[in-house]
């Protein structure tokens, strides 16, 4: 059963700010994904990947497949990206159900 | 894009009773759809995968006969929850993964599930 860790649990930053929610994983994946949960519950897919980088607007996300180890960035913080960050991985092939890591809370005070 | 429905968004129901909770995939078909449950302060967890025609396939420690999941078409999953306790106060997510397209799953809004 693959581990998945993430960190920080929670981070509050100001406005404007650089932010790196890190996500290592125990076990080969086939694909990670990043989520994003609003404090009512609705879960927003991010990204998936399964190697490299990949660039939505100012969220930038990375992976080390041999580190198991993935990153996700936000460029320019602003208060709207407040929210819990959750990241996922598919051990197996897409078919899979996801094992998600306990997110991140994170906070973007003006 | 790819939109998931959940109806209903949120539930109170009485001890004893049965709810019933659909997945819809909108504008795409799915093979496969998942539940999965979340309890306050904690992550996800996978519950079950339904395949579209076929018994559904429940993780360790999730009672089949409690949680039913009938996935009878492409575009409709729905997740019963029998003699509704207390303790399965949770929230309900379900995402659909497309027949066709990018291999990834879309995930449904949510159904908040409260017994009393």
């Known amino acids: 059963k693959n581990e998945v860790e993430q960190s920080p649990q929670n981070l509050t930053a100001q406005e404007g700010e650089f932010i790196t929610i890190n996500c290592s994983y125990s076990v080969g994946i086939s694909a990670l994904h990043w989520l994003q949960q609003h404090p009512g519950g609705g879960i927003v897919s991010l990204f998936m990947?399964?190697?490299g980088k990949k660039k939505h607007g100012r969220l930038i996300a990375t992976i080390n497949i041999q580190e198991k180890h993935s990153s996700l960035h936000i460029t320019a913080s602003h208060p709207r990206d407040s929210a819990v960050y959750i990241c996922?991985?598919?051990?197996?092939?897409?078919?899979?159900?996801?094992?998600f890591g306990k997110g991140t809370h994170l906070i973007i005070q003006p | 894009g790819a939109v998931v429905s959940q109806h209903p968004s949120r539930v109170i129901c009485k001890s004893g009773t049965s709810v019933k909770i659909e997945c819809r995939s909108l504008d795409f078909q799915a093979t496969t759809m998942f539940w999965y449950r979340q309890f306050p302060k904690q992550s996800l967890m996978l519950m079950a995968t339904?395949?579209?025609?076929?018994?559904?396939?429940?993780e360790q420690g999730v009672e089949k006969d409690k949680f039913l999941i009938n996935h009878a078409s492409l575009t409709l999953s729905t997740l019963t929850v029998t003699s509704a306790h207390p303790e399965d106060s949770s929230f309900y997510i379900c995402s659909a993964k497309p027949a066709a397209g990018p291999d990834t799953q879309y995930f449904g809004p949510g159904t908040r599930l409260t017994v009393l």
């Open positions: 990947l399964s190697s």
């Open positions: 339904s395949n579209e025609g076929s018994k559904a396939t429940y």
């Open positions: 996922a991985v598919n051990s197996g092939g897409g078919a899979d159900g996801l094992t």
